[in-house]
Nanobody, 123 residues
Framework: QVQLVESGGGLVQAGGSLRLSCAASGRTFSSYAMGWFRQAPGKEREFVAGINWSGARTDYADFGKGRFSISRDRAKNTGYLQMNSLKPEDTAVYYC????????????????WGQGTQVTVSS
């Protein structure tokens, strides 16, 4: 079992930055793929960024390329999403997810999910 707890969300002005964290319990997290997703009101949940178990491979949604950076600290069982140059359209609840499959996973069929953290970007 893996439990995930996100933190770091909040209110920020357009152009600002936030760093989301995803703290995991369970010793197997370090061998799991991890991803970040988001869901805005009235919209479906969408992929933001993903990273493989070692951290060597990453992938991003087009809207995040050049602005967002996903990383993980396997020793601390923690994943991160650095978000820069934030825009009002980035406003959403952000979720981290983990899965034992290999590779970078872009579909929202991960086995484990956090409860989400709200990110609000004001114009």
């Amino acid at each position: 079992q893996v439990q995930l707890v996100e933190s770091g969300g909040g209110l920020v002005q357009a152009g600002g930055s936030l760093r989301l964290s995803c703290a995991a319990s369970g010793r197997t997290f370090s061998s799991y793929a991890m991803g970040w997703f988001r869901q805005a009101p009235g919209k479906e949940r969408e992929f933001v960024a993903g990273i493989n178990w070692s951290g060597a491979r990453t992938d991003y949604a087009d809207f995040g390329k050049g602005r967002f950076s996903i990383s993980r600290d396997r020793a601390k069982n923690t994943g991160y999403l650095q978000m820069n140059s934030l825009k009002p359209e980035d406003t959403a609840v952000y979720y981290c997810a983990a899965d034992p499959r290999s590779g970078v996973l872009k579909k929202d069929d991960y086995d484990y999910w956090g409860q989400g953290t709200q990110v609000t970007v004001s114009s």
